[in-house]
C-alpha cells in the first residue's frame, strides 16, 4: 500500500503514518495462551461433517487464480482513480463523537455494561435502536421479558454485540439506489457474522482481545461500502458478472473499478479516523489465501487467521444452508405447490461478492489447530458457530427469507 503513503504526504504536506504494518497502541493480549496438546491435522483423516476441521479441509481443496491480483505488489492506482476515490470518500461523514468516545469505554480491560450504557445513552437515537434490537427475536429468549433500561439491553447483548450494532447504527447511510442500498446490508450481515465467529475462535488462544476481533470483524470490509456508494448499477453489475464467472474478488474489482475494496476501505479508514488495528485488517485480510501464516508480520498472525478461518466456515455454513434450501424447494414444486415468492437462495445470489470463493493453504489448518488452540474436530464448536449464524439471520429478514 505504498501508494496510500505517498499519496495522502503530498495531499497533507505531512509524514502519514507507515504502511501497511503498523502498531495498535493497545497490546492485544488478553492473557497466556491456553497450552493443548499438540496434535497434527492430517489430510487424510475423515473429519465429521460439523466440524472446522472438515471446513478448512476442503477450503483446502479450492484453487482460485490468485495470479490475476499480486497482494504483495498490487498495482498503484492511477491519478484519476485516485481523484475519484478521494472526491467521493471526503463527501461521507466521518464517524460521530460519541463512537469514538465509545471505543475509549471498550478498549479498558474493565469496560462494563454500565459504563457503556451511560454513554449510550447520551444519543436518544442510539438507545432506541439499542432497546429495539435487544428485544427482538435474535436475542430475546422465548418468555423472557422486554427491556427498557439500557444498562440492561446491554448486558443482554453483551459489550461486543453491543458493540458491532452501535457501529452499524453510528454510520453514515451509505448506498445510492435500491440495489447498492440492498448490497450494503448484506455487507453488514457479512461484517457482523465474521465479528461473531471471529470473537468465537479467538477464545482458546487469547492472543487476540474479543473487543478487537468484533471490531476489525465489522471493519475489515467497510471498502465494499465505498464502491456500493459509489459506483452506478451498471458497473456494480459488470463486477457482480466477473465474480459470478469465476475471477477472484480482487482481479475483479480490479478490472471492473481500477481499484479494490481494500483500496477504498484504506482511504475511508483514514477519512473515519480508525485506528491501526483496523487499518491493518484492511491491508492484510487477503493476505492468508496465498501466505502462510508464519509470513504475516507476527502481531497481525493470530488476527488474521481468525479473520480467514471465520470467512471459510461462513461461506461453508452458508453454501450448505442454500443447497439444502434449493433442494427443498425443488421438492415443494415437484409435490404440485405453486412456486413462493423469492427465495433466500435468489435474494443472496443477487449479492455481489456471495459466490466469491475463498481457499485456504494446506499449512493453514495446522496453524490454526497448533498454534490458535482451536479444537478443530470439535462438533459443538461447529454446532455452536452455526447457531450463532442462525440467530444472526433474524436480524436480516430482508435477506433471510422464510422457507416453503
Not at 444519543?123 to 432497546?131: E, F, K, R, S
Not at 457479512?190 to 473487543?211: D, G, K, M, N, Y
Not at 458478472?241 to 471492473?256: F, H, R
Not at 474436530?377 to 433474524?394: G, H, M, T
Request: net charge negative.
Amino acid at each position: 500500500m505504498s501508494w496510500l503513503r505517498s499519496f495522502f504526504d503530498n495531499l497533507f504536506g505531512r509524514q502519514s503514518e507507515p504502511l501497511p504494518i503498523e502498531k495498535s497502541s493497545k497490546n492485544s493480549s488478553k492473557g497466556n495462551k491456553t497450552t493443548t496438546p499438540k496434535r497434527k491435522f492430517d489430510n487424510n483423516v475423515p473429519y465429521s461433517e460439523e466440524s472446522v476441521a472438515y471446513v478448512l479441509k476442503h477450503s483446502a481443496q479450492l484453487k482460485p487464480d490468485m495470479h490475476l491480483y499480486d497482494l504483495n505488489a498490487p498495482p498503484a492506482l492511477d491519478k484519476t482513480t485516485r481523484e475519484h476515490l478521494l472526491a467521493r470518500i471526503t463527501k461521507i461523514p466521518p464517524m460521530p463523537e460519541i463512537w469514538h468516545r465509545i471505543q475509549q469505554v471498550l478498549q479498558q480491560d474493565d469496560a462494563s455494561t454500565s459504563e457503556l450504557g451511560q454513554c449510550v445513552a447520551q444519543d436518544p437515537v442510539l438507545t432506541a435502536h439499542i432497546l429495539k434490537m435487544c428485544n427482538s427475536a435474535a436475542y430475546v429468549v422465548p418468555g423472557g421479558v422486554e427491556i427498557s433500561n439500557i444498562r440492561l439491553a446491554i448486558a443482554r447483548l453483551g459489550l461486543d454485540e453491543a458493540s458491532s450494532i452501535i457501529f452499524r447504527v453510528l454510520a453514515p447511510d451509505l448506498g445510492a439506489s435500491e440495489q447498492s442500498k440492498r448490497e450494503v446490508r448484506h455487507v453488514w450481515f457479512h461484517s457482523q457474522a465474521i465479528s461473531i465467529l471471529s470473537r468465537i475462535l479467538v477464545e482458546p488462544a487469547r492472543q487476540v482481545s474479543r473487543h478487537d476481533a468484533t471490531l476489525i470483524g465489522m471493519l475489515h470490509d467497510i471498502g465494499k461500502l465505498v464502491i456500493l456508494h459509489i459506483e452506478d448499477e451498471h458497473t456494480l453489475d459488470q463486477l457482480k458478472a466477473l465474480i459470478d464467472q469465476g475471477m477472484p474478488t480482487l482481479a475483479a474489482e480490479q478490472k471492473a473499478l481500477a481499484y479494490t475494496h481494500i483500496d477504498a476501505g484504506m482511504m475511508l479508514a483514514l477519512h473515519w479516523k480508525l485506528p491501526a488495528l483496523v487499518r491493518n485488517a484492511i491491508s492484510f485480510h487477503h493476505h492468508p489465501t496465498v501466505q502462510k501464516a508464519e509470513c504475516l508480520p507476527q502481531d497481525l498472525q493470530h488476527t488474521m487467521l481468525s479473520l480467514h478461518t471465520a470467512h471459510l466456515i461462513l461461506q461453508h455454513v452458508l453454501q450448505q444452508e442454500l443447497m439444502t434450501e434449493g433442494e427443498a424447494a425443488a421438492a415443494y414444486i415437484e409435490a404440485g405447490n405453486a412456486e413462493t415468492d423469492q427465495s433466500e437462495a435468489d435474494i443472496l445470489h443477487d449479492s455481489i461478492w456471495l459466490s466469491a470463493r475463498r481457499s485456504c493453504l494446506h499449512e493453514t489448518p495446522q496453524f490454526v489447530q497448533q498454534e490458535m488452540s482451536i479444537p478443530l474436530e470439535s462438533e459443538s464448536l461447529y454446532r455452536q458457530i452455526v447457531a450463532e449464524i442462525k440467530r444472526l439471520k433474524l436480524s436480516f429478514p430482508d435477506l433471510f427469507a422464510s422457507k416453503p
